[in-house]
């Protein structure tokens, strides 16, 4: 698996969620909950999905109070298997997602 420096992952300020979101592996989706959030990326736990090597995945979400659906690339950079918990950066977010996140982010801290 790739990984990105620790220092380069810490760089964005990150705000407990709970919020339920899409995890695409090979163009299927995965239910998966998210529990920390940043502007650069998101620490999601699996709930059901096979088990897969790919560290390219799509992610679709809500953030909590929106009703604008954010789909963008993602990037797995961290895995801790036994808990099927996966840090994800983000990839592709257009600069109006970025800024809605950063401003969902920023709201909480």
Same mark, same amino acid.
């Given at each position: 698996? !790739?990984?990105?420096?620790?220092? %380069?992952?810490? $760089?964005? !300020?990150? =705000?407990? =969620?709970?919020m339920?979101l !899409? $995890?695409?592996? $090979? ?8 529990? #920390?959030?940043?502007? #650069?990326? =998101?620490?999601? $736990?699996?709930?059901? %999905? ?8 799509g992610?679709?979400?809500?953030l909590?109070?929106? #009703? ?7 990037q797995?950079?961290? %895995? ?16 109006? !997602? ?8 920023? #709201?909480?801290?």
């Amino acid at each position: 698996m !790739n990984t990105i420096d620790l220092e %380069e992952r810490r $760089k964005s !300020n990150r =705000v407990p =969620v709970d919020m339920l979101l !899409n $995890k695409y592996l $090979k163009g299927r989706p995965y239910l998966c909950r998210a529990t #920390d959030l940043s502007a #650069d990326g =998101v620490l999601v $736990k699996g709930i059901l %999905e096979p088990q897969s090597s790919d560290v390219h995945v799509g992610l679709q979400f809500q953030l909590p109070g929106s #009703d604008r659906v954010i789909t963008c690339a993602g990037q797995v950079v961290r %895995e801790q298997g036994w808990q099927t918990t996966y840090g994800i950066h983000f990839r592709s977010l257009t600069p109006e !997602n970025r800024a809605l996140i950063q401003r969902y982010v920023g #709201d909480r801290l």
